[in-house]
Antibody, heavy 122, light 111 residues
Framework: EVQLVESGGGLVKPGGSLRLSCAGSGFIFNSFGMTWVRQAPGKGLEWVATISSGGRNIYYADSLKGRFTISRDNAKNSLFLQMNSLTAEDTAIYYC???????????????WGQGTLVTVSS | QSVLTQPPSVSGAPGQRVTISCTGTSSNIGAGYYVYWYQQVPGAAPQVVIY???IRPSGVPDRFSGSKSGTSASLAITGLQAEDEADYYC???????????FGGGTKLTVL
């Protein structure tokens, strides 16, 4: 059974940093691209970042302006999101999702974790 | 403002048919990229109900169907059931943004 489990969320002050983790199991982790998607309270889904299976290709949403860094450790079946210079607008549930590609860049986010809540507030 | 435009809400009585539209541009849906549809019930993570424009994953009832034409896509749900009440999102790739995009979401209410 495919499982994705996020961790690392919490309360952080504006301007602070946080590192999210996502542990994958039940599939060959290094065969799939991985993605972070976030959802602000009461709002819709927003794509954040995607990393290819080997970690060589990385893509970010323009709105992040270089504050976020996605990475992965295939030896540990783990995905990460380093978030810096956080503002209240970054408050959201952060989901990691597995990307099943029918052919780049057609990616289906076929499995999702339960999400981890990040709250940016003083 | 989402790159993909969806109606904020739709509703229907049990047993009826509803459709949810997703309007894009020549940089995303119109460029030929696949459209995906996700269902999100309150308090839960999204799950895919349609991939590759019109393919249902195993376990998704055949009451759900997807289609795509030009710069738009649609999700249709027939024989509405109470359990279908959820938020629905379309998603695809945008070559101008060089990234993946979601619609703003549509809240389906079963009356």
């Amino acid at each position: 059974e495919v499982q994705l489990v996020e961790s690392g969320g919490g309360l952080v002050k504006p301007g602070g940093s946080l590192r999210l983790s996502c542990a994958g199991s039940g599939f060959i982790f290094n065969s799939f691209g991985m993605t972070w998607v976030r959802q602000a309270p009461g709002k819709g889904l927003e794509w954040v970042a995607t990393i290819s299976s080997g970690g060589r290709n990385i893509y970010y949403a323009d709105s992040l302006k270089g504050r976020f860094t996605i990475s992965r450790d295939n030896a540990k079946n783990s995905l990460f999101l380093q978030m810096n210079s956080l503002t209240a607008e970054d408050t959201a549930i952060y989901y990691c999702a597995r990307g099943y590609s029918a052919g780049w860049p057609d990616i289906n986010f076929d499995y999702w974790g339960q999400g981890t809540l990040v709250t940016v507030s003083s | 403002q989402s790159v993909l435009t969806q109606p904020p809400s739709v509703s229907g009585a049990p047993g009826q048919r509803v459709t949810i539209s997703c309007t894009g541009t020549s940089s995303n849906i119109g460029a030929g990229y696949y459209v995906y549809w996700y269902q999100q019930v309150p308090g839960a993570a999204p799950q895919v109900v349609i991939y590759g424009n019109s393919i249902r994953p195993s376990g998704v009832p055949d009451r759900f169907s997807g289609s795509k034409s030009g710069t738009s896509a649609s999700l249709a749900i027939t024989g509405l059931q109470a359990e279908d009440e959820a938020d629905y999102y379309c998603q695809t790739y945008d070559r101008s943004l060089t990234g993946w995009v979601f619609g703003g979401g549509t809240k389906l209410t079963v009356l």
